[in-house]
């Protein structure tokens, strides 16, 4: 991913912390010689050394992503930048946070592994509901998805949040966003500009 040097995150542990909080992610892989992406929740597993998540068992990426190097794209928010909310000269732009992870997929169809793997998305999900929703899937519903578990390569983050900015503009731009209700990038950049 191309990445101007002020906007990238390569602090391992930063990188994890936004994938868990973002874990809806696209999981793109080559299949019949074109690029094919799947958009699906996943979870941070191993410590961070892989991710895990599962396909339904009629997905055409099944047919080729076992043991394929595949990448999986991660977006947080993002907002229109307009060179008015500047105090210098500017251009229009966009302020975002992505992360892209590489790594080898291996699937799985244990049936003990699956139902371990739906139970943890579900407790994830369903964390802080009043009456949280317990899954109880058969062997039958069980064999109608597979899991993928992916083994990391490699993580790299852009978090383009007007850092190459002075200070004054980047507050101005905080204080516009906050104003036309884009609250989740407004914090992303205080967040990130006040580290």
Same mark, same amino acid.
């Given at each position: 991913m191309y990445t101007p040097k002020h906007f990238a995150v390569s602090d391992h542990e930063e990188l994890l912390r936004f994938v868990r909080n973002n874990a809806f992610g696209q999981l793109t892989s080559s299949c019949n010689n074109r690029p094919e992406a799947s958009h699906l929740p996943f979870l941070v597993a191993q410590g961070g050394e892989r991710l895990l998540c599962h396909l339904a068992r009629q997905n055409p990426q099944l047919n080729t992503i076992d043991g394929q190097q595949v990448l999986v794209i991660f977006s947080g928010p993002h907002a229109y930048i307009s060179p008015r909310w500047y105090t210098s000269p500017g251009v229009p732009t966009w302020n975002y946070q992505t992360v892209h992870v590489y790594g080898v997929a291996r699937t799985f169809t244990d049936d003990e592994r699956l139902m371990s793997l739906v139970n943890e998305l579900s407790e994830k999900y369903e964390a802080g509901a009043d009456a949280p929703w317990r899954p109880e899937y058969s062997p039958k519903l069980l064999r109608? $998805?597979?899991?993928?578990? $992916?083994? $990391?390569?490699?993580?790299?983050?852009?978090?383009?949040?007007?850092? #190459?900015?002075?200070?004054?503009?980047?507050?101005?731009?905080?204080? *516009?966003?906050? *104003?036309?209700?884009? $609250?989740?990038?407004?914090?992303?950049?205080?967040?990130? #500009?006040n580290a």
């Amino acid at each position: 991913m191309y990445t101007p040097k002020h906007f990238a995150v390569s602090d391992h542990e930063e990188l994890l912390r936004f994938v868990r909080n973002n874990a809806f992610g696209q999981l793109t892989s080559s299949c019949n010689n074109r690029p094919e992406a799947s958009h699906l929740p996943f979870l941070v597993a191993q410590g961070g050394e892989r991710l895990l998540c599962h396909l339904a068992r009629q997905n055409p990426q099944l047919n080729t992503i076992d043991g394929q190097q595949v990448l999986v794209i991660f977006s947080g928010p993002h907002a229109y930048i307009s060179p008015r909310w500047y105090t210098s000269p500017g251009v229009p732009t966009w302020n975002y946070q992505t992360v892209h992870v590489y790594g080898v997929a291996r699937t799985f169809t244990d049936d003990e592994r699956l139902m371990s793997l739906v139970n943890e998305l579900s407790e994830k999900y369903e964390a802080g509901a009043d009456a949280p929703w317990r899954p109880e899937y058969s062997p039958k519903l069980l064999r109608a $998805i597979v899991g993928v578990e $992916i083994e $990391i390569t490699e993580m790299q983050g852009t978090y383009k949040l007007s850092q #190459n900015r002075p200070q004054q503009d980047r507050q101005q731009v905080v204080d *516009a966003l906050t *104003a036309e209700g884009e $609250i989740a990038m407004a914090q992303a950049m205080q967040r990130w #500009n006040n580290a």
